[in-house]
C-alpha cells in the first residue's frame, strides 16, 4: 500500500504560521451524534428600527448614525483597546509578565441595506468596501503608535456576531499580534533565502496542480491552501507580490472585489444559507518598514463542516495538541470549485 | 494615572507557550446581544438503553460492552489516528509539505452511571479514572511508535462532545504535537538556566501572591494561570516537579483526585449547571528521555462568560490575531474561589 493524502492520517505544514495540523481523511464517515446549529433566520428587513447599526438609528450612548448610503465607519463603542493608556510593563522574576497595550476599535457598516450581506451586494458596492478598507488602514497606520492593523469580519451568530447587520471591525494596536508575527517570521525567512515572496512560489505551485484552486481571474485567486485548517477554509491572494492594500492598483482592486464576490456566493450556495465565517485580511505592519517579504492575502475561517446545522468542533485534541480535520483540503476545494457561481436566492429571479 | 492590570487593556506573556494575549478588563461590561446557548438537559437516567457508552450496551460495528463497574477502556470505533499507516512523505519544493502519521486513540468511561460526572463521582472513583489515565499512559507509551501521548476530556454539547455519558479519550501518537512541543521548548529553557522547572518557581509566585489560587491540597494546586486565555481557564499542578503521571506517589494520586474534584464542582456550582469544558493532561513525551524539564500539569478550557448560556466566542480578531478576553483572571480566580465546595445538586439534601 502506498502512502496517498486522500486516505491516511497524516500531519501537514503550515508555511505561514510555521506550524503542523492533522489530517484524518478516512474519519470523515463518523456519524455525528453531537450539538446541531439552530439554522438562523435569513429574512430580514431593508431596514430595522431596532438595529444600531442602521443609518439614522441610534447606538450605545445616544449616538445617532448618519443618513449614509454606502459604507460607514465609526469609533466602536465597547472597544478592547483604547489609545490613551497609561505606559507600564509587569515584571515579576521574569515569571509574571505585562505590559500596557493600546490601540483603536473601528466599526464599518459594509451597506445601509440591513437584509444583505457580501455574496448579495453589488460589484461596485464590494469595491466600496475595498476602499472603505484601503483608507482606514492608511488611516490609521500613519499613527507612529499603530504598528499593526486588523481588519476583519465576523458573520453569523455561530461565530459570534451580534448583528446581522453587514459590517465587519478593525482592531489597530501598538504591537503586532501573534498571528501575523508568525507569517512576518516565516515569510522573512523565505524572502531572505530565495529574494520572491513565499507566497509567490506557493501560488505557482499551487497554479500547476490546481487540485485546491476554487476560482482565479486575472488578478487574484482563490484557493483551500494545502494546511488548511477549517473544513472550508480558503485563501484569497493577489498574483502580484503586494504588501499592502494600497499596493493594489484600481484593476487589482476591482479583481479583489470579484474574488470576493464569488467565493462568498458559493459558501452560500454550499449549504443553502448564510454561511458563517470569520475572515480577515493580513498585510505588512504599519511599523515604516517596506516589508519585501510581506505578501498580502485574505483568510476566511467558516466552522461548518456537513450541513448548515452541524460544525466542526475545534475542542480536546485541538485545543491541547494539534489542529485538526477530516476531509481533506482537495475535496473541500473541488466541492466548492463545482457550485453555481449566482447566489441561490437570485438564482429562481 | 497609574497602569492598571484590573482597568487597563493590556498583554499578558504565556510562560508555558511563549505566546501573548490580550487583556481588555474595561470591555466586561458590554451588552450582549449575540447567540445564546440551549441550556442542556440535566436529567439523565443512570442507565440509558439507547447509549453506547453504558454497560452491556451495543456500540458501532456490534461489539457489546462488558457489564463493566468501574472504568472501561476501549479502541476509538471512529479513531482520528490508525496503528498501520504506510510510511510516506510529500515534499513539493519544499512548500507543499505532508507525512504520514500513525498513533491510536482510545475511549475512557469514567463511570458505568449514566447519568453522573467527575465532580457528582466519589473521591475513590476520581482516583479510578486518575489510574486508568496512569496506566494507559504507561501502556502506550512504552510503543516506541508512541512518543506522545494526549489524555482528555470534552464535557457537554458546547464542546462538541457528542455522548453525556461521563468519559474521555486518549490520542497517542508518533509525533509530539504543536502545544507540548512549544510547552517542551519553554520549560526546557527555563530548566537550562536555573536547574528548576519553570512551573516550580511560577507557582511559588503564584503561591506568595494568592491572587489567582482557587484551590490548594497538601500536594496539588489549582490557580487561573496569569496568562489564561478562556474566562474561567485553570491550571491543576502538583506541588512537587514530576514529568510524568506515575511519577506521582499514592498521596499524591489521591490529593489530584481531591483537586478535580474540588475544581469541578466549583465550575458546575458556578452558574449551576453542568459546566462545560474540554480539559487535558499536559506530561512528558514518551520518547524515553527523562525530560526533567517537565512538570506535570492538567489545563481546563471552559467556554463559558456569564451565564449558562452567554460564551466567549474565540473568533475574527482572535483567530487572526491574538486570544482576547475581558473579565481579569484575578476576578475570574476571587469568583470560583468563592463558591460552595458542595455541589450544588447535593446541597440541599
Ligand atoms: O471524538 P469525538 O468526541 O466524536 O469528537 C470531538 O472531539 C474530537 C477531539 O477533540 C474533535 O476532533 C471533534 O471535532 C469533536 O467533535
Ligand atoms: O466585537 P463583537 O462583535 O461584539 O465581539 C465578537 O468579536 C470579537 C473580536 O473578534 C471577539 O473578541 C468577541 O468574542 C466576539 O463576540
Not at 92 to 106: H, M, N, P, V, Y
Not at 298 to 318: D, I, Q, W
Request: charged share 20%.
Amino acid at each position: 500500500m502506498e502512502f496517498d493524502l486522500a486516505q491516511h492520517p497524516h500531519r501537514r505544514f503550515n508555511q505561514l504560521t510555521g506550524e503542523w495540523l492533522l489530517v484524518s481523511p478516512h474519519r470523515s464517515l463518523r456519524p455525528w451524534q453531537g450539538q446541531q446549529e439552530k439554522p438562523e433566520a435569513d429574512t430580514r428587513p431593508p431596514y430595522d428600527p431596532g438595529c444600531y447599526l442602521c443609518p439614522g438609528n441610534e447606538r450605545a450612548g445616544g449616538i445617532q448614525n448618519p443618513p449614509y448610503t454606502g459604507t460607514f465607519v465609526f469609533e466602536n463603542d465597547f472597544a478592547a483597546l483604547q489609545p490613551e493608556v497609561p505606559e507600564g510593563t509587569l515584571d515579576k522574576q521574569g515569571l509574571l509578565r505585562a505590559e500596557a497595550e493600546s490601540g483603536r476599535c473601528r466599526v464599518i457598516c459594509f451597506s445601509p441595506r440591513h437584509d444583505l450581506t457580501l455574496p448579495e451586494m453589488a460589484l461596485a458596492d464590494i469595491r466600496g468596501v475595498i476602499d472603505v478598507w484601503e483608507a482606514e488602514y492608511l488611516r490609521l497606520g500613519v499613527d507612529p503608535h499603530i504598528n499593526y492593523v486588523q481588519i476583519f469580519e465576523n458573520k453569523g451568530t455561530m461565530m459570534g456576531c451580534s448583528n446581522p447587520h453587514p459590517h465587519g471591525q478593525i482592531w489597530a494596536q501598538r504591537t503586532v499580534p501573534g498571528e501575523p508575527a508568525k507569517e512576518t517570521v516565516q515569510q522573512l525567512a523565505y524572502f531572505e533565502q530565495h529574494g520572491r515572496t513565499l507566497l509567490t512560489d506557493y501560488l505557482e505551485v499551487e497554479l500547476q496542480e490546481q487540485k485546491r484552486i476554487v476560482f482565479e481571474n486575472a488578478h487574484f485567486v482563490v484557493l483551500v491552501p494545502f494546511w488548511a485548517v477549517w473544513p472550508f477554509e480558503t485563501l484569497l491572494l493577489p498574483r502580484r507580490a503586494v504588501a499592502s492594500i494600497e499596493q493594489l492598483d484600481d484593476a487589482e482592486k476591482d479583481a479583489f472585489a470579484e474574488a470576493l464576490q464569488q467565493l462568498t456566493i458559493r459558501y452560500d450556495n454550499l449549504f443553502q444559507m448564510s454561511f458563517p465565517y470569520s475572515a480577515g485580511l493580513h498585510q505588512r505592519p504599519t511599523d515604516g518598514l517596506p516589508h519585501h517579504e510581506w505578501h498580502l492575502h485574505m483568510h476566511f475561517y467558516p466552522p461548518l463542516l456537513r450541513s448548515a446545522t452541524v460544525r466542526k468542533f475545534m475542542v480536546g485534541y485541538e485545543m491541547l495538541g494539534d489542529p485538526q480535520r477530516d476531509i481533506t483540503p482537495e475535496w473541500a476545494a473541488e466541492k466548492l470549485r463545482g457550485l453555481p457561481t449566482v447566489h441561490y436566492k437570485q438564482a429562481g429571479s
